[in-house]
């Protein structure tokens, strides 16, 4: 620890620490824009600068290190003078362009000015201009704007791990660009125009569209993916405009996955906001009573088991609970929610868990990804394993296709034969997993969405086994889920009940009445013609286009939900609009039917519903929080590893832009397909 | 003021080190020690714009060397870029045969660049900075000093400084140049080395 003075104010903070970092310590504000603390120090704004005794020069305190006795000053006259002669330096070439500029109101260069600047400019030269550069679809540049802070450069070369902006030439034609004027990759790419501290990256489909004091903003969660980042909604009347991340260092830290960021516009297309009614072969709009009628219609005089429901990817806990209780009602145990086909085991918690978590990737020291591509499943997952990476030059290997990671994975091979391999001792990387303390396997939806799934679980658990990754403190077998329903559904027990119907029979037609909550992600199309279907969600997509009945639920920011992340963490989603013309919430639709069956459900609140939901299910009680990680009971899941079949592992995710009916319903997701993946484009068309 | 254009010409798709260059590669790698490898892009770089003189007649460098270059040393593409971009003595559009690199810095200007300016216009008849001479021979640049400030003005023509210019010396070389010759470098007027122009001055010249 170092002593020393901030302002009068005598504290320790630890070696190491920069000027800056004790100044906000002694809860001094120090204006910055180039220096962001989960980047590297760059030291290029100068805004930061401070007055150190004996030092006799102001010093950029982002980049001075802290010694003993230091006597710091933010408040100086010298300290005062230096921040408005930086400001003035940084406007000369900023355009006053503040009116039509989208960052209007959250800009820190216009907060800053007013707080630190001078308030007039000596320079009447001409300013500089500087053409846009082309970023792709998601990010807009007005590059006149930029002061060159290099926030951005930054994060897509170390978060992002897919450099391709720079700063080319130098002095006043210095620009931030590609120089070959190429789209961004990255799926993190939306993070710079918060990083951005002026309005030179902006959000492209928000262009013009609002300013930031209109919005309402309702925290959230995200559910594109099976990560839960967390994040704020922010609308304006009747329509979501923007998401932006919470920080979460548990989860997102503050980064937001493009998807998730992006593709909410598919919120306003393709609605289902009236139920629908196939009459004749053909679907005519209805009353909720008569939806609800031509269902009790198919319902009437049918047995239980000849009833089932599919939970679909997007789901909430609460909807997914009134469904399980609906059809138990009905005396139906036919429920499963692995669209996909995986071969879960949920026997116990931690077998389809992400067990080390998303935060404890920063202690493993050897990671082995299995039939995974996290960079697509899981871009914010995949930005803490290359955090780890770099941070410690940890090994990671990978089974699968190889792809790129923007880390260095070293590619074992492509199907099962490498676990059998990895156990024997043969391959090469079962040495570096020998000598890790923590090491963490990562078992992708690719691995277990195949007809040896089970064996494949097997054989990772019992690589986890042999390898070391189960003791008391450390969990090192992971599950990346893709889709933000599937735990809370396996936790729920959405799956049959030993005897019952699951996925694949229910698809091929062994029940006459199929509930679809919102499910879309498998052949539809294959559920053969004699099975009544309902499909109860918020886009006309794959299921809707098949129903007999379409009743019309709400999207993820429509209504209060629980969601479940890849690593157990039950999180909570709010209610940011209402639901879109005669849309319901979904767990308020199957209570109103089950009125109409005469067998209703026994909540008539969600505070209710949530108290059961709580009792019957202890996870949803401890929202946010996650239990100790740590493995007490080392027998695995059934299975046998001999049955794993040769054939290479795929991977699940093609086009990470559109994976779930409100991205497919996303006319800027659209635009990205086209952009990065211009072959599964042409042959959506 | 700055603003990208239109290129008005091609970049080649493709670039490779011919087997001159490759012979060079890994003397100069050995220079940096290992895993150090990004060090040696100005190196690298210099090597592809002097391959491109020796195989096309003009010293620059295409994004296709470029990307060359940051696959060498598995840097990303766009690290090359800005090192290229910052450096003047590369060049990222095609230029002419000669490249003629005027210095106007304050010594070469007391002593007459204007002049050297004004004739290398005239001889070539190109009139303004970075462009072509018709004939594509020449191409003018004006430069920061170039050190040579005792023989100012200097005219450096690819890697040659000539020095002491004034303007007929210019228009000579010039001409000369389109000949085909190659005139000797150095002083125009016969200065050896950098000695003061009415002989050698000091204690030692051999007087006392």
Redesign the interface.
């Known amino acids: 620890m170092v002593k020393l003075t901030v302002d009068g104010i005598a504290l320790e903070v630890p070696n190491g620490c920069s000027v800056l970092q004790a100044a906000e310590l002694a809860g001094k504000e120090i204006p910055r824009f180039c220096y962001h603390e989960r980047l590297s120090v760059a030291g290029n704004c100068r805004m930061c600068l401070v007055e150190v005794e004996k030092v006799p020069k102001p010093v950029a305190s982002c980049a001075w290190p802290v010694a003993e006795g230091m006597v710091i000053k933010t408040d100086s006259p010298m300290v005062r003078n230096a921040r408005r002669g930086v400001m003035e330096f940084l406007l000369i070439n900023h355009p006053l362009d503040c009116p039509i500029c989208d960052q209007g109101g959250e800009c820190d260069l216009q907060d800053q000015s007013m707080g630190y600047g001078w308030g007039d400019s000596r320079y009447r030269e ?1 300013k ?4 846009e550069k082309d970023f792709g679809p998601l990010v807009k540049t007005v590059m006149t704007r930029c002061i060159h802070c290099t926030r951005c450069i930054r994060f897509l ?1 170390e978060v992002g791990g897919a ?8 002095g ?2 210095m ?1 931030i660009g ?3 004027q190429q789209a961004l990759t990255s799926e993190l790419s939306g993070n710079i125009i918060d990083l951005c501290p002026v309005g030179a990256l902006t959000s492209k489909p928000y262009a013009f569209v609002a300013r930031s004091w209109e919005l309402t903003r309702t925290d959230s969660v995200d559910v594109l993916d099976a990560v839960g980042a967390n994040i704020r909604v922010d609308a304006r009347g009747p329509e979501v405009l923007r998401v932006l991340p919470r920080i979460n260092d548990d989860v997102n830290e503050e980064w937001l996955a493009d998807k998730s960021r992006f593709a909410i516009d598919g919120l306003k297309h393709k609605r289902l906001d009236r139920p629908w009614v196939r009459r004749d072969g053909k679907l005519v709009p209805a009353s909720w009573d008569e939806a609800f009628a031509a269902i009790a219609a198919r319902m009437k005089d049918l047995p239980g088991e000849k009833i089932g429901a599919l939970a679909g990817d997007l789901a909430c806990a609460e909807s997914m609970l009134a469904l399980k209780d609906l059809m138990s009602a009905l005396g139906s145990h036919n429920l499963d929610c692995r669209q996909n086909g995986a071969r879960l085991n949920a026997a116990r918690r931690d077998f389809y868990l992400f067990n080390t978590t998303i935060a404890g990737i920063d202690r493993a020291d050897a990671i082995l990804l299995i039939g995974t591509n996290p960079r697509r499943e899981a871009p914010i997952l995949n930005a803490r394993i290359r955090k780890r990476w770099l941070s410690g030059h940890v090994p990671v290997a990978a089974i699968g296709p190889a792809v790129d990671l923007t880390y260095a994975a070293e590619w074992l091979g492509v199907g099962p034969a490498v676990l059998t391999s990895l156990l024997s001792g043969e391959q090469s990387f079962a040495e570096k997993l020998e000598v890790a303390k923590q090491p963490m396997l990562i078992l992708g939806q690719g691995a277990l969405a195949r007809p040896d799934g089970e064996a494949v679980l097997a054989a990772a658990w019992q690589l986890a086994q042999r390898f070391g990754m189960l003791h008391a403190d450390w969990h090192g077998f992971n599950v990346l889920h893709t889709a933000a329903a599937r735990v809370g559904a396996l936790d729920l027990g959405f799956l049959p009940a030993p005897g019952a119907k699951g996925f694949w029979a229910m698809r091929a037609g062994a029940v006459d009445l199929l509930w679809l909550l919102g499910a879309d992600e498998f052949e539809v199309a294959r559920i053969p013609p004699t099975t009544f279907v309902v499909y109860q969600g918020h886009h006309g997509d794959r299921g809707a286009q098949r129903a007999d009945v379409i009743l019309p639920g709400s999207a993820y920011t429509e209504k209060n939900g629980t969601y479940v992340n890849t690593e157990g963490r039950a999180q909570r989603g709010r209610l940011a609009v209402y639901p879109p013309g005669e849309a319901r919430e979904d767990w308020k639709i199957l209570r109103a039917f089950s009125a109409v069956l005469g067998r209703p459900l026994p909540y008539d609140d969600l505070k209710t519903l949530r108290e059961k939901l709580a009792t019957t299910h202890p996870v949803f009680a401890r929202v946010g929080a996650l239990p100790a990680a740590g493995c007490t009971d080392q027998s695995g899941p059934g299975g046998d590893p001999a049955a794993m079949l040769p054939n290479p592992f795929t991977f699940p995710i093609a086009n990470y832009y559109q994976t779930d009916s409100i991205s497919r319903a996303s006319p800027t997701m659209v635009r990205c397909t086209e952009t990065y993946y211009p072959g599964l484009a042409m042959a959506a068309e | 003021m700055s603003a990208e254009q239109e290129p008005d010409f091609v970049q080649p798709e493709h670039f490779a080190f011919d087997a001159e260059s490759e012979q060079a590669i890994p003397g100069i790698l050995a220079k940096y020690p290992p895993g150090r490898q990004a060090s040696a892009v100005l190196p690298l770089l210099d090597l592809a714009q002097r391959q491109m003189q020796r195989t096309t007649g003009s010293a620059w460098i295409p994004t296709a060397a470029m990307n060359v270059v940051a696959e060498r040393l598995a840097m990303p593409p766009v690290r090359v870029y800005e090192v290229a971009t910052f450096y003047l003595m590369f060049n990222l559009r095609p230029i002419g045969k000669f490249h003629l690199q005027l210095c106007t810095t304050t010594p070469c200007w007391l002593r007459g660049s204007d002049e050297v300016v004004a004739a290398c216009r005239k001889a070539t008849g190109i009139a303004g900075w970075h462009e072509t001479s018709a004939d594509g021979l020449f191409t003018m640049t004006e430069v920061e000093c170039l050190g040579g400030c005792v023989n100012a003005p200097i005219l450096q023509v690819n890697d040659d400084f000539y020095e002491d210019m004034d303007g007929p010396a210019t228009e000579r070389l010039i001409e000369a140049l389109r000949r085909g010759e190659t005139p000797p470098p150095g002083s125009a007027i016969g200065r050896q080395g950098s000695a003061p122009l009415g002989g050698p001055l000091t204690l030692l010249d051999g007087k006392g």
């Open positions: 001409p500089r201009a500087v053409m070369a450099p391709e902006l720079g700063a080319t030439a130098r006043e034609d620009e590609t120089y070959v």
